[in-house]
């Protein structure tokens, strides 16, 4: 299978990146193209050009601040993967990383490519929503930062504007007492995942976050607000956690999730 | 397009089309057969090559976004005395059958042992994943991978970044010579006409509550039923929905090219789920039935672009209720059905299905409610929400689901 005729622009900065998107119709952004590749190459896309941001220095750039780590939109999960970015998280990033997909779909993709992308069941939508992290955006006029959960407004349709470019990911630092657990479940390895469960729980930020992701639509933030602690939480409570934020699927569906949140939990407060 | 590389340490000039995949650049341009295609759409991993050192699929990377990299294809490794090791293990372990996979296989594995060390069976298998033999059935790939790791016992395993401290996917920005500029001669100014302004919500008024019942999909059909109140009198309700252009006009996405003729319509539905847009050009027939407060209307339609056809129906019925304020309100039940031939069929998966149904139904409900109330009603979005995104999102779970996961 081939692509349908594209032009191809390579915008060497973010300035004339944001211009040739708001210049050019029916443009699409191509980050690392590990989701927009086979796209293309299946015929369900035919953007007339693609705009390659792929070499944009400021884009691949991660800066620390006191508080925060700013992931820029281009780093690609091995990068992360292989620890070679600072890591705001004391290994929760990396561990995410690691399960995406397949490593050399992993050398390519990129984290901001996957936000852009708003795909119900990748795996940063859910963990960086877990993490509480803002997604800066630029655009012709102005720059703007959005909490990731504000961002995604269902699935694959987020408030990124035609002409607007995600820059970075700020992520807040989590304290050496954070716990958090990750699970999916998915047939197979580097599928796309059936049910997320993230758990984030900083008490020295006293920050709790649990989520259930791969709902088929945004990530469903747990209605919690403490932290129940010790990893308590049966499947039975994960399954009222989840009917308390509102989640709809069949029973199957429940139960997958479930089973997510609660492995979720054991992780985050397992020895 | 114009790009120069290096492949297999040898700088190479090529001018390719900016569709041309990678792989089709060095098997049909360059003859270097080695890297195979397989599935064409990242999956299978048997064209795997090194990008600047870390491995990728040629298959969805596109040639004219390699200029100025490094390439390394299977040919590549003649000399590599790690691959030669890798070569002999598979060959002793009956490590391939057919051998299309083999080249991927190969550099996958090598790029395992090069960054890893002391894995299980298990981590060898999952790390080995997205690499498929259809022969094999893996068990002498696993054992030649974990013999040549075993013998490596010892070594460190190299975590050194290959792409000098880049971290985005290769090549960096020093990689080219200067890339021609993309403006066109003549001017810094894209000479086309500018896009229309990006999509927004239409302003939600007190936002109206929308109940999505399950979804059925039987022989290709799909059937939805879903429900929401509105806060006027059902004649009201039913002077605005018994008009097919209005009941379009409050669709996302939709737009008729006229009032009915004999009952006759024709119009089109826009489609866009992420990247993916579609255009339903077609023509269908309303029957209302006054005395019910029902209408019923049908349509059929494709889009050219993709080769897709869509038919289905929407049937709709008002009935009389109490508002939340105890005021005259409407029940608005919806049934929607419809089957999708062609490209666009393969794609969906039923909880994004849920999703989209949910989202569309509230933002119909929201505009019939802001026209009710008087309120102009914006020129609706299509991005993410339409009719027919259920359709994108209601089967296939095998070919496309695997690529949406990254």
């Given at each position: 299978m081939k692509p349908a005729p594209f032009d191809y622009l390579r915008p060497q900065t973010v300035e004339e990146a944001v211009r040739l998107l708001a210049t050019t119709p029916d443009a699409k952004v191509l980050a690392g193209g590990q989701t927009l590749g086979p796209m293309l190459n299946l015929r369900l896309a035919q953007p007339a050009v693609l705009v390659d941001?792929?070499?944009?220095a400021e884009l691949a750039a991660v800066t620390d601040d006191k508080d925060a780590v700013m992931i820029g939109a281009t780093v690609t999960h091995a990068a992360i993967e292989d620890g070679r970015t600072p890591d705001p998280t004391g290994g929760f990033l990396p561990q995410v990383a690691r399960g995406i997909a397949y490593r050399a779909v992993r050398t390519r993709g990129t984290i901001g490519g996957s936000l852009a992308h708003?795909?119900?069941?990748?795996?940063w939508l859910s963990a960086l929503t877990a993490l509480g992290a803002e997604i800066a955006i630029a655009g012709v006029r102005s720059s703007r930062r959005v909490p990731l959960s504000a961002f995604v407004r269902g699935a694959m349709e987020?408030?990124?504007?035609?002409?607007?470019?995600?820059?970075g990911i700020r992520i807040r630092k989590l304290s050496s007492r954070a716990r958090f657990g990750y699970h999916k479940i998915c047939?197979?390895?580097?599928?796309?995942?059936?049910a997320i469960g993230v758990v984030v729980d900083d008490p020295e930020r006293a920050y709790f976050c649990a989520v259930a992701g791969a709902t088929g639509g945004r990530p469903l933030v747990m209605?919690?607000?403490?932290?129940?602690?010790?990893?308590?939480?049966?499947v039975e409570d994960a399954r009222q956690l989840l009917k308390g934020a509102h989640f709809t699927g069949d029973d199957y569906e429940l139960t997958l999730h479930a089973a997510a949140l609660h492995r979720a939990y054991q992780r985050a407060y397992a020895a | 397009m114009k790009i120069a590389l290096t492949v297999n340490g040898r700088p190479v000039a090529g001018d390719v089309?900016?569709?041309?995949?990678l792989a089709d650049f060095l098997r049909?341009?360059?003859?270097?057969?080695?890297?195979h295609v397989g599935c064409?759409?990242?999956?299978?991993?048997?064209?795997t090559v090194e990008i600047d050192g870390e491995i990728a699929?040629?298959?969805?990377?596109?040639a004219v976004a390699c200029d100025g990299s490094g390439i390394r294809t299977?040919?590549?490794?003649?000399?590599d005395a790690l691959m030669s090791r890798l070569r002999q293990t598979f060959t002793e372990e009956h490590?391939?059958?057919?051998?299309?996979c083999t080249p991927g296989m190969l550099i996958a594995a090598r790029d395992l042992v090069r960054r890893k060390g002391g894995l299980s069976r298990a981590e060898i298998r999952t790390e080995m994943s997205g690499n498929l033999c259809r022969?094999?059935?893996y068990m002498g790939i696993v054992n030649a991978v974990a013999r040549v790791m075993d013998e490596r016992a010892g070594f460190a395993p190299s975590t050194a970044?290959?792409?000098?401290?880049?971290?985005?996917?290769?090549?960096?920005?020093?990689?080219?010579v200067a890339f021609p500029?993309?403006?066109?001669?003549?001017?810094?100014?894209?000479?086309r006409a500018a896009p229309p302004p990006p999509a927004r919500p239409a302003v939600a008024r007190k936002p109206v509550r929308v109940t999505v019942g399950d979804i059925e999909d039987v022989d290709g059909t799909v059937r939805l039923a879903q429900s929401f109140v509105l806060e006027h009198p059902r004649q009201v309700v039913w002077q605005l929905m018994s008009d097919p252009q209005a009941v379009a006009r409050c669709m996302p996405g939709a737009s008729l090219d006229g009032p009915p003729r004999d009952g006759n319509i024709s119009g089109r539905i826009e489609v866009k789920l992420g990247p993916i847009a579609a255009s339903f050009a077609g023509e269908g027939s309303v029957k209302p039935f006054p005395g019910e407060y029902r209408q019923l209307i049908e349509g059929r339609g494709g889009d050219r672009r993709s080769g897709s056809q869509v038919s289905g129906s929407v049937d709709y019925r008002l009935s009389a209720t109490t508002g939340e304020a105890g005021g005259e309100a409407t029940r608005v039940a919806v049934t929607i059905s419809y089957a999708l031939t062609g490209l666009l069929a393969q794609l969906g998966r039923s909880a994004i299905a849920r999703d989209l149904a949910r989202r569309i139904g509230e933002t119909f409900a929201q505009n019939i409610d802001a026209q009710l109330s008087g309120a102009a009603v914006a020129q609706v979005p299509v991005g993410g929400l339409s009719l027919v995104l259920q359709v994108l999102a209601a089967?296939?779970?095998a070919m496309l689901a695997r690529i949406f996961a990254r």
């Open positions: 941001i792929g070499r944009i708003a795909d119900p069941a990748a795996d987020t408030e990124l504007g035609a002409d607007e470019l995600i820059t047939r197979k390895t580097g599928e796309f995942a059936e209605e919690t607000r403490a932290a129940p602690g010790s990893g308590s939480v049966t | 089309t900016p569709r041309t995949n049909e341009q360059l003859l270097l057969t080695g890297t064409e759409h990242g999956i299978c991993g048997a064209c699929r040629s298959c969805i990377t596109y299977i040919e590549g490794f003649d000399e490590a391939l059958q057919c051998g299309y022969c094999t059935g970044p290959t792409a000098n401290g880049w971290l985005g996917p290769a090549p960096g920005p020093g990689a080219s500029d993309p403006t066109p001669a003549g001017g810094r100014e894209v000479s089967r296939l779970r």
